[in-house]
């Protein structure tokens, strides 16, 4: 954050210069490619590693921050502060070269730290599947609160990532480095065995599903719930208003000219001045 807070005081032609002098660049990594002497400031090498610490706007950093605040705690203990650390630098560079594999001599920049962040997440899978996520629930009209699996969170997300890769590929993904995304998740999937404490237990098996906090909601609970707020707010045909009957007869469509005396069986004269 204070990397972040720092790149938004430079000026705009030292922010943009920053972003290729501590940015992750493909081709100055793999290829003879270099930047101009007076713009080189770190070794080319860690670059992987100063890139995490750049971001590209407020909503960039603050949706990285908002997924560390859920899931990195949890990850961090079961592992150690120390051990955190390198396990979050090694999914930020698998996330690096993931990327740079899509094209190796791409000028373009790499900043962010979405790819250890990612990585956190991997491990949060493969640790807590089954741990309840907060997540807000909206059907039309119906909106509420409900706790999800974490495997289904996830999933959809990292789900997400490899839909969109075809987008990067085309080059319309809007700047979005998915393949790091995918890099760093399934870094931290395979890191996470090495690096947890040995009596932390995978996929959650040394706990039971009723002994979190929150459970998760079923399914068929949120259709129930959700089905009996529309009846709610739909009136029933009981209570719609009803239009008032009229005691009136309906007028009739044969004029007067042409009715029959009921009395008599015979068509009345015919009014006007050729009766």
């Excluded at 630098?89 to 740079?100: D, H, K, N």
Aim: with cysteine; aromatic share 14%; glycine share 10%.
């Amino acid at each position: 954050m204070s990397g972040f807070i720092w790149q938004e005081s430079l000026d705009f032609n030292a922010a943009h210069n920053i972003v290729y002098q501590l940015g992750f660049v493909p081709a100055v990594f793999f290829t003879p490619a270099s930047l101009p002497a007076d713009m080189s400031l770190v070794p080319t090498w860690s670059t992987i590693f100063t890139s995490m610490f750049l971001h590209g706007g407020w909503m960039h950093i603050g949706a990285n921050m908002l997924y560390l605040w859920i899931f990195g705690d949890n990850v961090e203990a079961s592992m150690g502060r120390l051990k955190f650390v390198l396990f979050y630098f090694l999914c930020g560079g698998a996330a690096a070269m993931a990327q740079a594999a899509l094209d190796p001599g791409s000028t373009i920049p790499m900043i962010g730290a979405s790819g250890g962040i990612a990585g956190v997440l991997g491990a949060y899978l493969m640790l807590h599947p089954k741990a309840a996520i907060r997540c807000f629930f909206l059907i039309l009209i119906f909106f509420r609160f409900i706790n999800l699996p974490a495997w289904l969170v996830l999933g959809v997300w990292i789900g997400g990532q490899f839909v969109a890769v075809p987008q990067a590929l085309n080059e319309t993904g809007g700047g979005v480095a998915y393949m790091a995304h995918i890099g760093g998740f399934l870094a931290g999937m395979a890191l996470i065995p090495f690096f947890k404490y040995r009596h932390i237990a995978l996929f959650d098996r040394d706990i039971g599903i009723g002994d979190w906090a929150d459970r998760p909601l079923n399914f068929q609970e949120v259709k129930a719930e959700a089905r009996a707020r529309y009846r709610r707010s739909v009136p029933s045909s009981a209570d719609a208003v009803r239009k008032p009957v009229s005691t009136t007869p309906p007028k009739p469509s044969v004029p007067t000219s042409r009715r029959k005396d009921p009395k008599t069986g015979q068509n009345n004269p015919p009014n006007g001045p050729w009766g």
